[in-house]
């Protein structure tokens, strides 16, 4: 059966697109606000408790919020947080991309060609494919990436979507940074530069924001990106990326914002974080696409885990 035909046993109808890409303002405004509420939550109560046990839970928790940061800014580089694209990439900016040090039209470029080129040699997260060769490698990276060992690997990662780089550099020598967003990520960084001088909270800073990105988020975001593709046959459509579903603790850890829909929102971009699990829901009501996507249970639990198929 050629890709076309099995794509036709499947497709979701005209008015079932129309249902699911509506987009919800107060949704996505709320799901950026929750994340900044945990974030500041967790600061709070380890600054009053002041347990080291507390602070550790925190910066852990940080770490995962970071994350559901950087899924955020996945939605905004398609546009489905705000239709207005200037409003749209302003918000997204200021409150997703920038605190992680990432740009978000630089993300949309790169991210874009993902998406066009999908597990391809053309394919820029075509290195995210890799599988562990061992669980022993898969352990040993963890520790590396745990203990900022694998910083520097990071930061190489990043320097794609980076802001950084772009903001000492012409605005036309830099693919996908106006001068507009270099401006707002200067005015952005002075502000939190004055802030922290002024409030005398850089130690704050380092311990409850550099910390977890250095040592909590890049696990989660090597072994997330990991689980996306790695180990999935490209044979069709719905073999090329993996949809899974976790139970709570997973979602929390690795799967914030209904990212683990991935396969959902390869074969339908436009559809906006909140409404991938009716998209799967109506999905799986097709014989073709209950039968053949690749589903798996969880993680690293669940009877077919992600583990057991991106190791070795």
Not at 136 to 145: E, R
Request: charged letters at 20%; a neutral charge; proline letters at 4%.
């Amino acid at each position: 059966m050629s890709r076309t035909s099995q794509r036709d046993q499947y497709r979701l109808s005209k008015e079932e697109l129309r249902q699911l890409c509506k987009l919800s303002v107060p949704k996505g405004l709320f799901a950026i606000g929750f994340q900044w509420m945990v974030i500041i939550g967790s600061i709070w109560t380890a600054l009053t408790l002041n347990l080291w046990w507390v602070t550790l839970l925190a910066v852990i928790v940080i770490g995962t919020r970071q994350h559901a940061l950087a899924v955020l800014m996945h939605d905004a580089s398609h546009y489905i947080i705000l239709r207005n694209k200037l409003v749209n990439d302003v918000i997204a900016s200021c409150f997703l991309s920038f605190p992680i040090l990432a740009s978000t039209t630089r993300y949309r470029t790169h991210h874009g060609l993902h998406h066009r080129h999908v597990n391809t040699d053309r394919d820029p997260d075509n290195n995210n494919r890799e599988r562990f060769k061992s669980r022993w490698h898969m352990f040993v990276t963890a520790v590396k990436d745990v203990t900022a060992y694998n910083t520097m690997t990071t930061v190489g990662t990043l320097s794609h979507f980076g802001i950084t780089g772009p903001m000492v550099k012409p605005a036309d020598s830099v693919d996908g940074v106006s001068l507009l967003e270099k401006r707002l990520a200067w005015s952005f960084y002075g502000v939190v530069a004055f802030s922290l001088l002024a409030f005398g909270v850089w130690q704050e800073f380092l311990l409850f924001w550099a910390l977890p990105m250095v040592t909590v988020l890049p696990p989660i975001l090597r072994f997330r990106a990991l689980a996306e593709h790695g180990g999935c046959e490209d044979e069709s459509d719905l073999t090329m990326a993996r949809t899974v579903t976790p139970g709570w603790i997973e979602r929390v850890l690795l799967a914030p914002c209904n990212v683990h829909y991935h396969l959902e929102h390869h074969l339908y971009p436009g559809i906006p974080f909140y409404n991938l699990p009716k998209a799967s829901d109506l999905l799986h009501q097709r014989e073709v696409y209950a039968e053949q996507a690749h589903v798996n249970d969880g993680y690293f639990v669940g009877a077919r885990r992600v583990v057991d198929e991106v190791v070795g």
